[in-house]
């Protein structure tokens, strides 16, 4: 199996592969942020009112707020923490 690393602070994935990798993880995307960052403090993050379309793009635009690392593999993802947490999908 080839691997490929990305780092996302450096380089932050596109709209589409956010959404992609929350399909692939079965999750909101409130439930892929790092609640815990400034960003998402000081950009009202916590607001209800704020769309699927705006949350992905603030991962976008802050990508410091996405949880990582986020493994794909066969299809599917899991975020690596802890790092068993991957090995039902490789």
């Known amino acids: 199996m080839q691997t490929q ?16 990798a929350l399909v692939l993880l079965r ?6 942020m790092r609640t815990t960052e400034d960003e ?3 950009l009202h993050l ?4 704020l769309t699927r379309v705006q949350l992905i793009a603030a ?6 707020l996405i949880q990582r ?3 794909f593999a066969n ?3 899991r975020i690596g923490r802890p790092p068993e947490a991957v ?3 490789l």
């Not at 690393?5 to 992609?20: A, C, F, V």
């Not at 999750?27 to 892929?32: A, C, S, Y």
């Not at 916590?46 to 009112?49: A, C, G, P, Q, S």
Request: aromatic share 4%.
């Open 46 to 49: 916590d607001d209800r009112e």
């Open 87 to 89: 090995l039902d999908i």
């Open 5 to 20: 690393i990305i780092e996302y602070l450096k380089t932050p994935p596109e709209l589409l592969d956010i959404e992609r």
């Open 69 to 71: 690392p986020v493994v």
């Open 27 to 32: 999750m909101e995307p409130r439930e892929l």
């Open 75 to 77: 299809g599917r993802a």
């Open 59 to 64: 991962m976008h635009a802050h990508p410091i």
């Open 40 to 42: 998402y403090r000081t």
